[in-house]
């Protein structure tokens, strides 16, 4: 059984940074896409950053240069590195995986794509 689990949530200032991890179990990293999503009150969950297991990143445009993601093969953990955190910022953070081989060369921040999630941990950034 695929499991994921978020940590590293909490309440920071503007400006602020945190750092939020996703452990996998029941998974190797081969071949997988790891990603980052959140879902701010009253709106739609959106893709946040994604790494494969060959080490390609992707961030959009709202987070570039801010966050920063990063995956250890050895401990099943994919981080993201939070930094400038601003009250846009302000959502539940989840993890997500789904298998596409890394010959494909595909990455993706769709979350239609994906197949296993985790629960999630909040993120509060206050003026």
């Known amino acids: 059984e695929v499991q994921l689990v978020e940590s590293g949530g909490g309440l920071v200032q503007t400006g602020g940074s945190l750092r939020l991890s996703c452990v996998a179990s029941?998974?190797?990293?081969?071949?997988?896409?790891i990603g980052w999503f959140r879902q701010a009150p009253g709106k739609e969950r959106e893709g946040v950053s994604c790494?494969?297991?060959?080490?390609?990143?992707y961030y959009s445009d709202s987070v570039k240069g801010r966050f920063a993601i990063s995956m250890d093969n050895t401990k099943k953990t994919v981080n993201l590195q939070m930094n400038s955190l601003n009250a846009e910022d302000t959502a539940v953070y989840y993890c997500?995986?789904?298998?596409?081989?890394?010959?494909?060369?595909?990455?993706?921040?769709?979350?239609?794509?994906?197949?296993?999630w985790g629960q999630g941990t909040q993120v509060t950034v206050s003026s």
């Open positions: 029941g998974l190797t990293f081969n071949d997988y896409i």
């Open positions: 790494i494969s297991s060959d080490g390609r990143t």
């Open positions: 997500a995986a789904v298998q596409i081989p890394d010959t494909l060369r595909i990455i993706t921040t769709d979350l239609y794509d994906y197949d296993y």
